[in-house]
Nanobody
Framework: QVQLVESGGGLVQPGGSLSLSCEAS????????MGWYRQGPGKQRELVAS???????RYADSVKGRFTISRDNTKNTVYLQMNNLKPEDTAVYYC?????????WGQGTQVTVSS
């Protein structure tokens, strides 16, 4: 059974930092492209960052220079370090695992940036 379990969300003030984690089970983690998506209030789900099996990364323009995605294949875990958070980063953040058209989603974790 495939499971992606996110953790690390919460409430943070503007300018603050949060680190998200997503632990995968039931898949050959090292083969998958792992990604973080988010869906803000009244918005469509969008790609935040992704990392390939070769650790090639891609970021949305809105988070470049502030967010860093990384993976630890020994722990079947992908991370998202978020710095200098802004109110517009408020969203539910979802972990995604993709391989040859097969895609899996986590349940999501809420990130709220507010003073």
């Amino acid at each position: 059974q495939v499971q992606l379990v996110e953790s690390g969300g919460g409430l943070v003030q503007p300018g603050g930092s949060l680190s998200l984690s997503c632990e995968a089970s039931g898949i050959r983690f090292s083969s998958y492209v792992m990604g973080w998506y988010r869906q803000g209030p009244g918005k469509q789900r969008e790609l935040v960052a992704s990392i390939t099996r070769d650790r090639i990364t891609r970021y949305a323009d809105s988070v470049k220079g502030r967010f860093t995605i990384s993976r630890d294949n020994t722990k079947n875990t992908v991370y998202l370090q978020m710095n200098n958070l802004k109110p517009e980063d408020t969203a539910v953040y979802y972990c995604n695992a993709a391989l040859f058209g097969s895609t899996r989603w986590g349940q999501g974790t809420q990130v709220t940036v507010s003073s």
